[in-house]
């Protein structure tokens, strides 16, 4: 009998309002230097006694009642419209801190009152309050938006523990346990099968809807969906490691590394907030000063306090990032930081790497040309066993061709194994060479003239030629169409760098409609290369690196971004990526760069509609053209429409 263990709590939040399951919503609001923190709970009382205050506003505005009655009614639905504003002061004074932007709503809503405006004060204080319940809104759609990953992992996993059958929280699983997973289950931890063979659905990481076969031996990550067989997987990593957890972590913690659209937005908005205060007060000085009557000067200092409330921009920036980090995972996109979305948006130049990346990287053996006095097995076997610690494609193409005894493998000694070249190694008491015909010749072994088109792997043992081993590489699907789609969005220069020898390379960069290509390139080589590149660029353009993600570290950390192609199969080692396509689908390169692109659009038009209304309202506030309720009205209208737009992150394609 299956024992429960208690269990895991998760928020829930609605993306819509339904009040039945909405008893308290948390609001932020911009904290120091623009960044967000946590503020306040917005409750059902609050709202309860929000919409009473409204009603006293139509009521005390439609009746026909004595005007000591429509100001007495005015200033009860301010009370009730700045209830929860005052208790925030409350609360926030007895912590020892006062809140500046709610002190200046209150200033402003008492002013308001003092010179004959309550009607204009009430209406301040009244879309005050609507502005944080659309804050509080965009954050639920937000919250939602994660939930949606969070939720690909099951709240409970079924553990095999001394003959007994635990159903337990996955973050109680440990490293070396047995999962036990049923049809239709998802999967909570990373880990290889060791029983069962089935089909699972990757999509909730991938983006992918086709099933992919898993059996014994095969890597299983947390977020995959069962679909037929049962399984027995021993788990590998534990929970805060897995696939999914790791996944929606990375994504919720790229505000880390803000693009300068979002820097320059928390910059702005963190100065206004401090600075129009003092502006409207400096303001009513000088209006004074300059013959305005006393009273109309501070009507229009009154706009500019009011004018200092809830700043959406920061906000609208951050909660807009991250919802189109979240569109791009939907995808099988992750995105490590806002960061890299301008740089991808802005990208001049951009280089691939060639195996694993515009060819699947899956070699097979074609042909062998053995030389004489060597049979065929014989040369396979030796190739087989110089590359049997390594994991480049090459070698694993070697070692699934070869039928190798478990004793020669057990005689390979002291491997070298030099990048773009081959593999020296000791097997058995002799010296081996495997690799291209460049990497026999240092050690003055002279390869033959390979007969076939192809990449070429030469054998030689202690310094005699033993022949070669013809391997060929199918190009990747729909590589052609990204790379036209690439240079359709503004991308100038696609460039291929390859270890493989010219004559292959060539083909295929003329086939892929490459502008450049560079071959029989060492990794060093490639490492100046990018150099060169990137230093010729302007300084508003990006270099972007693209590869496997396991032998293209370098090169990506040297690029002003790197995006690694399967990124799950090679997880470990493409921690250098900015960018992680998560399948082996590299239409998904444009893709994200639309991604970006649409983001970075949205983030500057709020900016400059944000900025510009602002500008606007000021200057005809100031000079008296526009009554307080007027520039309250359309300040609160330009917050819900900022919030809109930045919402559109999430629906990102």
């Keep these: 009998m299956a024992k429960h263990s208690p269990k895991r709590k998760q928020a829930k939040l609605p993306t819509s309002w339904d009040l039945s399951s909405l008893p308290k919503l948390k609001l932020f609001s911009a904290g120091k230097n623009g960044k967000l923190h946590y503020t306040r709970e917005l409750d059902l009382r609050d709202m309860g006694i929000l919409i009473a205050g409204v009603l006293l506003f139509v009521i005390a505005l439609l009746l026909p009642v004595p005007a000591w009655a429509r100001t007495m009614g005015l200033g009860l639905s301010a009370l009730c419209a700045a209830f929860a504003v005052l208790r925030q002061i409350l609360f926030d004074a007895f912590d020892g801190h006062l809140p500046l932007e709610e002190l200046v709503i209150i200033a402003a809503a008492i002013l308001g009152f003092a010179i004959g405006e309550p009607v204009a004060a009430t209406i301040g204080l009244i879309l005050y309050r609507f502005v944080y319940y659309a804050q509080a809104y965009?954050?639920?759609?937000?919250?939602?938006?994660?939930?949606?990953?969070?939720?690909?992992?099951?709240?409970?996993?079924?553990v095999e523990r001394d003959g007994e059958i635990l159903r337990i929280v996955p973050e109680a699983v440990e490293i070396g346990d047995i999962l036990l997973l049923d049809v239709q289950e998802a999967l909570a931890l990373d880990g290889v099968i060791m029983e069962g063979l089935s089909e699972m659905n990757t999509s909730a990481l991938t983006g992918n809807d086709l099933p992919k076969s898993v059996t014994v031996g095969d890597e299983v990550l947390a977020g995959y969906r069962n679909l037929s067989g049962k399984l027995r997987v021993r788990v590998t990593r534990s929970f805060e490691d897995s696939a999914a957890p790791k996944l929606l972590r990375t994504v919720v913690g790229a505000a880390e590394q803000e693009t300068k659209t979002a820097r320059l937005s928390h910059r702005i908005a963190g100065i206004y907030r401090i600075a129009l205060p003092c502006f409207g007060f400096l303001m009513v000085l000088l209006l004074s000063l300059g013959g305005v009557e006393i009273r109309e000067a501070l009507r229009r200092a009154l706009i500019v306090l009011f004018l200092a409330g809830p700043s959406s921009l920061v906000i609208a920036s951050d909660l807009g990032y991250l919802g189109a980090c979240l569109s791009a995972l939907r995808q099988g996109?992750?995105?490590?930081?806002?960061?890299?979305?301008?740089?991808?948006?802005?990208?001049?130049?951009?280089?691939?790497?060639?195996?694993?990346?515009?060819?699947?990287?899956?070699?097979?053996?074609?042909?062998?040309?053995?030389?004489t006095g060597i049979g065929e097995e014989q040369l396979l076997q030796v190739a087989a066993a110089a590359e049997s610690h390594s994991r480049h494609p090459i070698a694993l193409c070697l070692r699934r061709a070869a039928k190798l005894p478990a004793e020669m493998i057990e005689g390979v000694m002291d491997v070298q194994e030099t990048p773009g070249r081959g593999i020296s190694a000791f097997i058995e008491g002799r010296m081996v060479y495997v690799g291209n015909a460049a990497h026999l010749e240092e050690h003055n072994v002279w390869c033959d003239t390979p007969l076939r088109s192809g990449a070429a792997i030469h054998v030689a043992v202690e310094n005699r030629y033993w022949g070669y081993i013809m391997l060929s590489d199918s190009l990747r699907d729909g590589a052609f169409d990204a790379l036209e789609s690439l240079r359709a969005m503004g991308v100038k220069d696609l460039i291929m760098l390859t270890g493989d020898v010219q004559s292959v390379s060539r083909q295929l960069a003329q086939s892929m409609n490459f502008d450049k290509i560079r071959a029989e390139l060492r990794p060093a080589d490639k490492l100046s290369y990018i150099r060169s590149v990137r230093g010729g660029l302007a300084d508003s353009g990006?270099?972007?690196?693209?590869?496997?993600?396991?032998?293209?570290?370098?090169?990506?950390k040297e690029s002003d971004?790197?995006?690694?192609?399967?990124?799950?199969?090679?997880?470990?080692?493409?921690?250098?990526?900015?960018?992680?396509?998560?399948?082996?689908?590299?239409?998904?390169?444009?893709?994200?760069?639309?991604?970006?692109?649409?983001?970075?659009r949205i983030a500057l038009v709020d900016l400059l509609v944000w900025c510009g209304s602002k500008a606007l309202l000021l200057i005809l506030g100031l000079t008296g053209v526009l009554p307080v309720a007027g520039a309250v009205l359309v300040d609160a209208a330009v917050s819900v429409f900022i919030l809109y737009n930045a919402l559109r992150g999430y629906d990102l394609e």
């Design 542 to 556: 990006f270099l972007g690196y693209v590869g496997d993600g396991i032998n293209d570290a370098p090169m990506m």
């Design 138 to 158: 965009a954050k639920a759609r937000s919250d939602a938006a994660v939930d949606l990953v969070r939720d690909s992992l099951p709240e409970k996993a079924h």
């Design 561 to 600: 971004y790197g995006v690694a192609i399967n990124a799950l199969d090679t997880w470990e080692a493409s921690s250098e990526a900015d960018v992680a396509i998560l399948d082996d689908e590299i239409h998904m390169l444009p893709a994200v760069m639309r991604i970006s692109e649409q983001m970075e």
């Design 333 to 371: 996109i992750l995105l490590k930081s806002q960061a890299c979305m301008e740089k991808l948006a802005k990208t001049e130049v951009m280089i691939f790497g060639k195996t694993g990346t515009i060819t699947e990287g899956r070699y097979v053996v074609t042909e062998v040309f053995p030389a």
